[in-house]
């Protein structure tokens, strides 16, 4: 399975084990939120969600940039930050929102209970991709 994504002026490609590896962070970091980065050849580096919540996300400035660093170090192309929503569906919460404001024409993909989904704000919020997979709720 591979959903193409538009991001920017590149198209990236949502590869089934790419999908499966953030839907595996996601079980992993249950009951917080996951958080990583999505590269171009389909590889998930997952980073540490320093609010350790269920409802949010965070991560330094300078653990985002060192990250990158170290992923076009190796020849990887960054192209998107996921994260997932343990408690909800992949639609993007109003911090979501005002996070992409930030990051015109970012792609943010977000794992949800109902599945996985992209988007980005450029000029108002835009959904450019969806996977819906089998969703099995923690307990």
């Known amino acids: 399975m591979e959903v193409a994504v538009d991001f920017l002026d ?3 490609e949502l590869m089934e084990h790419s999908a499966a590896a953030m839907w595996e962070h996601r079980h ?3 009951p917080q939120e996951a958080v990583g980065i999505l590269c171009s050849d389909g590889v998930n580096y997952p980073l540490i969600n320093q609010a350790r919540s269920d409802s ?3 991560v330094s400035q300078t653990l985002v940039k060192e990250a990158i660093e170290a992923l076009v170090n190796v020849g990887r192309e960054p192209v998107a930050i996921y994260h997932s929503h343990p408690m909800t569906t992949s639609s993007p919460s109003n911090q979501d929102i005002s996070m992409m ?8 993909i977000i794992v949800g209970q109902d599945g996985i989904a992209a988007w980005r704000y450029d000029n108002g919020l835009q959904s450019v991709g969806r996977i819906e997979l089998p969703v099995k709720v923690e307990g």
Do not use: I, Q, W
Not at 101 to 108: D, E, I, T, V
């Open 10 to 12: 590149a198209t990236v």
């Open 28 to 30: 992993d970091a249950y």
């Open 56 to 58: 949010r996300f965070e």
């Open 101 to 108: 404001k930030n990051m015109p024409g970012a792609l943010s």
